[in-house]
Each structure stands twice: as C-alpha cells, then as structure tokens.
C-alpha cells in the first residue's frame, strides 16, 4: 500500500527558512500530483500548494513546493517565516483509486 | 465567495446511522466534485470519500466500504454522506471539501468548517 511519510515535528525562527519533507513508499510520489495544507489550531485545513508547486491564490511567494524524484519525496519550504505559519501541515496526493494524506507536521515557530 | 457548510453531525450509539450534508454556495456546484475527510480527536486528516460531479465515479476508503455512502443533489447545491454501523473509531470532525474540477482526481480548493460526529453509548 501507498504511504506518505512526514516528520512528526519540526521548529524554527521567525526570519528563517523550514522545509517539510513528505516521503512517498510502495508508489513513485511522480505519479500524480501533491498538495499542501495548512492546519492553525482550532481551523479547518486551507490549501497552500497544489500540483507539487503551485501556489492558489492568496497564499504568499514564501510558501513553496518541489519534488524529488530521487528520494521520492515532495518537500514544502517556507521563507521568512511567520509566527501565524505556526499550524499543522499535511501533504496529500492521489494514487488512482484513493486520496492518501501524510501523517502531518507540527510547525512551531520559536 | 466559496462556502461549504457541513451539518447533521451529532451523538450517536455504536451500531446506529447518521446523515451528516454539506451545503454549497457561491459556485456552480455540479461542476465540481467534492470528497468527504474526517478528523478523529487529536489527530491527522483522513480521506473518507469522493464523488465526481455527475455521481458517476465515487470511491471510498477501505475503512468505511461498505458502511458508508456518499451522494449529493446537484438541484440543492448539496452533498451528503450517509453513515451506517457506525463505530467508535468514526469519531471525527466531518469536513466536506470542493475539487478543482469535476473529476476527483484533482486537487482540492475549498474546505468546510466541519460538523463532529461522536459514536459512543
């Protein structure tokens, strides 16, 4: 079965820059497109990237998205980070028959 | 402006069914397909459904086939997810989620505030 592995956690900086690794197993993460969202305590989720680094509208330049194929992974990296980044970020892809979700990272910015 | 409002959750026995809808306003609704995620209680995000815009491709995860079914009402802007033989384990935030297109396999845009659902006798 197709998983998707996060980090449990990762802190940082204000002023810094983080990035959020999501490792895909049993499947190439290139086979379809990854998303990104955004959990702040206490919210509903919102979508910062779609289509592995595509940014909707709204959502700031800081936030980014890439793929690598070699490791198959997707990675989130945030610029200049904010305390209001500080949220739950999950990423999220289909394998054809089903949506799949990581287990989420806890971002805290200290 | 894009909402989904998510209804219907409540306090249920194991064993019983529940309906929980999710009302659609501020696009055209039959144009895009919607999925179902749910929440359980300090925990991640988990997929539960999706129905493409016409009901004519509509999957479900292993942990709910079977049990649960999704539908929607292209006349009232509304989707729904019936819920049967309900479990402890359903315990979650419902949240209901609009697609970027009509086919469920692209990415999501648009998410609801949620409406809980708590199995317990």
């Known amino acids: 079965n197709f998983m998707l592995t996060q980090p449990h956690s990762v802190s940082e900086s204000p002023g810094k820059t983080v990035t959020i690794s999501c490792t895909g197993t049993?499947?190439?993460?290139?086979?379809?497109?990854v998303q990104w969202n955004q959990q702040r305590p206490g919210s509903a989720p919102t979508t910062v990237i779609y289509e592995d680094n595509r940014r909707p509208s709204g959502v700031p330049d800081r936030f980014s998205g890439s793929l690598d194929i070699s490791s198959n992974s997707a990675s989130l990296t945030i610029s200049g980070l904010k305390t209001e980044d500080e949220a739950d970020y999950y990423c999220?892809?289909?394998?054809?028959?089903?949506?799949?979700f990581g287990g989420g990272t806890k971002l805290t910015v200290l | 402006e894009v909402q989904l409002v998510e209804s219907g959750g409540g306090l249920v026995q194991p064993g019983r069914s529940l309906r929980v809808s999710c009302a659609a306003s501020g696009f055209t609704f039959d144009d895009y397909a919607m999925h179902w995620v749910r929440q359980g209680p300090g925990k991640g995000l988990e997929w539960v459904s999706s129905?493409?815009?016409?009901?004519?491709?509509?999957v479900y995860a292993d942990s709910v086939k079977g049990r649960f079914t999704i539908s929607r009402d292209n006349t009232k802007n509304s989707m729904y997810l019936q819920m049967n033989n309900l479990r402890p384990e359903d315990t979650a935030l419902y949240y209901c989620?609009?697609?970027?297109?009509?086919?469920?396999?692209?990415?999501?845009?648009?998410w609801g505030q949620g409406t809980p659902v708590t199995v317990s006798s």
């Open positions: 989620a609009k697609g970027s297109t009509g086919y469920i396999s692209t990415w999501w845009g648009y």
């Open positions: 129905i493409s815009w016409n009901s004519n491709k509509i």
């Open positions: 999220q892809t289909f394998d054809g028959n089903n949506w799949l």
């Open positions: 049993g499947y190439s993460i290139a086979s379809n497109y």
